[in-house]
């Protein structure tokens, strides 16, 4: 049953802008949530980050996804393959100093560390690299597709 709005247009503005601080704060919440829980544990224990974690992906794929599918890649960001690169390595770094201090908490063996780190980053820069290339190219397409005039207009 729908029912009509009692907003006007600009609390419906408010409203809007309130749920979209709402969305970043509960993601970029559980994320430094996850992070410190798994320095608080000593080791990484998924079975006390799981509710967070399956939380964090629905919501991160959600607002994947739903970019996409309407055409949206960033309101800063540059769609090109320079943008993807710089993320990817930002995103292989942070995930590699992450896990060497965590290997490290728990194996004590500075060369195995810093090699397993490197292992790490570079799998998580190829994979970023590729998510977000074959998520640009989808973007795009979608994106001109919206674009595109439709076929019944240069009829009339």
């Excluded at 029912?3 to 509960?26: F, P, T, V, Y």
């Excluded at 990484?44 to 309407?70: H, Q, T």
């Excluded at 965590?102 to 799998?123: D, E, N, Q």
Aim: with cysteine.
């Amino acid at each position: 049953m729908k029912r009509k709005s009692n907003l006007d247009e600009m609390q419906e503005q408010e409203l809007l802008k309130i749920e979209h601080n709402g969305c970043w704060l509960a993601f970029w919440g559980l994320l430094i949530v996850m992070i410190i829980q798994s320095f608080a544990f000593g080791s990484f224990d998924f079975k006390a980050l799981a509710g967070e974690w399956v939380v964090f992906m629905v919501l991160a794929l959600y607002l994947a996804f739903a970019c996409v599918r309407r055409g949206i890649w960033d309101r800063k960001l540059a769609m090109n393959t320079k943008t993807n690169l710089i993320v990817s390595a930002l995103t292989g770094i942070v995930m590699g100093i992450f896990n060497a201090v965590m290997i490290f908490r728990y194996y004590r063996k500075p060369v195995g560390t810093i090699a397993a780190a490197v292992i790490i980053s570079l799998i998580t820069f190829v994979l970023c690299f590729v998510i977000l290339s074959i998520m640009m190219k989808q973007t795009k397409k979608r994106k001109a597709v919206m674009e595109a005039e439709p076929a019944d207009a240069n009829e009339i």
